[in-house]
């Protein structure tokens, strides 16, 4: 990939074919970090890291198989199902991440789908969030499209969903809904307006063909997502995939550094699993490309690093965290040539 300026940048390709992504993956590593950090700065600046705070609304009690996931009301996990949190109290826990630094606060609950009658509820939680100046995210499962309709309306910039793996892997890990419904949500989330934040997770005891396999299905999405999260498995007790061999940590760089180069102007996010990486490791992902993570001491029900030991992270590489976006200079991952995907003119 050769450097070019900004302006010059070749057009979003959504016609990845398997071989490519394959043949990336068989780089000889340097290689490979060299071209997805020459891609990195066509687009962004690389000292910047755009950082979110993540909260779980509504914990436990979840009624679907994610083979993954501590929320999971079938597996003993020791969660325990809660209620859906009070505006108030989510809008504290908004105040303390603004606080702390963040500029994103992503709103997460243990459901297949929301009902009808919670979206009012989680409609309130958004407005409120966005009144502080913060960027709001949800996940809430899946969206029907008048559900989408309403989140737009109460100021819901971005919406999580995620493929979580490749199609031909998706059936070991996850029964109890389709591949093709999380694309239509991910259709009724673009239909509405919203950004699309959408990733999967890696070290499920998949092949190195199926992580590209994942990388392909996000980068050949009708729109890149505008963030990808590439969670690392947080193993835990209770879970089914709790004792999967663990992932190679140069094959998660790899993979990081994939979707740096099949989605250029997403924000890749260095996502689940920080916590039990070293520094060295997340700094060869942030070389790779990754330029977003979550930031507070807890993921939605795991932990995360603390935010004094991300600050001295942040010092330690030189690195700062991503200011907001002007309002009226928002844009898509997708729709603007020659502009940063953070929103400043290129
Ligand atoms: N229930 C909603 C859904 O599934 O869309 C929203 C919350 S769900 C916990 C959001 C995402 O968290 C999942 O799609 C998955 O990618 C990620 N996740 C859950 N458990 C994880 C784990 N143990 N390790 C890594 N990522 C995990
Ligand atoms: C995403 O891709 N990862 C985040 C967020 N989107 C919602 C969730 C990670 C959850 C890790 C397990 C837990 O804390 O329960
Ligand atoms: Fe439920 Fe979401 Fe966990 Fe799947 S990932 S079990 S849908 S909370």
Redesign the pocket.
């Known amino acids: 990939m050769s450097a070019s300026s900004p302006l010059s940048a070749p057009a979003l390709r959504h016609d990845w074919q398997p071989a490519e992504l394959m043949a990336l993956f068989e780089l000889p590593f340097p290689e490979l970090l060299h071209r997805a950090a020459s891609v990195h700065r066509q687009h962004f600046d690389p000292a910047e890291v755009q950082v979110s705070t993540?909260l779980s609304v509504k914990t436990g009690g979840c009624p679907e198989d994610c083979a993954y996931c501590?929320?999971a009301q079938r597996y003993h996990t020791g969660v325990e199902a809660q209620k859906l949190m009070s505006t108030e109290a989510v809008l504290e826990k908004a105040k303390q991440a603004k606080a702390a630094g963040a500029s994103r606060f992503?709103m997460?609950a243990a459901w297949r789908s929301p009902k009808d009658r919670d979206i009012p509820k989680v409609a309130a939680m958004i407005r409120e969030v966005k009144a502080l100046g913060l960027e709001t995210c949800a996940?809430l499962g899946m969206l029907s499209a008048p559900q989408a309709d309403a989140l737009k309306s109460a100021g819901l910039d971005y919406y999580?969903h995620?493929l979580d793996s490749a199609p031909d892997f998706y059936g070991e890990i996850i029964h109890t809904r389709e591949y093709q419904d999380r694309l239509d949500t991910l259709e009724h989330v673009r239909d509405a307006g919203m950004k699309t934040c959408c990733?999967g997770i890696v070290g499920m005891g998949e092949s190195r063909a199926q992580r590209a396999g994942l990388l392909l299905a996000l980068a050949n999405l009708p729109a890149h997502p505008d963030s990808v999260?590439i969670?690392r498995l947080?193993q835990v007790p209770g879970t089914p995939l709790h004792g999967t061999a663990e992932l190679d940590p140069f094959e998660f760089v790899r993979t990081i550094a994939i979707a740096r180069i099949s989605m250029p102007r997403s924000m890749v996010r260095l996502?689940?699993g920080r916590e039990s990486m070293n520094d060295e490791l997340q700094a060869l992902c942030f070389a790779a490309g990754a330029n977003s993570i979550?930031y507070g001491e807890k993921?939605?029900?795991?932990g995360n690093p603390d935010v004094e030991r991300d600050q001295a992270l942040f010092a330690r590489l030189g690195l700062r965290p991503m200011p907001l976006p002007a309002p009226s200079a928002t844009v898509h991952a997708d729709i603007v040539e020659g502009t940063h995907a953070c929103g400043r003119a290129a």
């Open positions: 993540l501590p929320q992503c997460g996940t999580n995620n990733g999260p969670n947080v996502s689940a979550f993921l939605l029900t795991t």
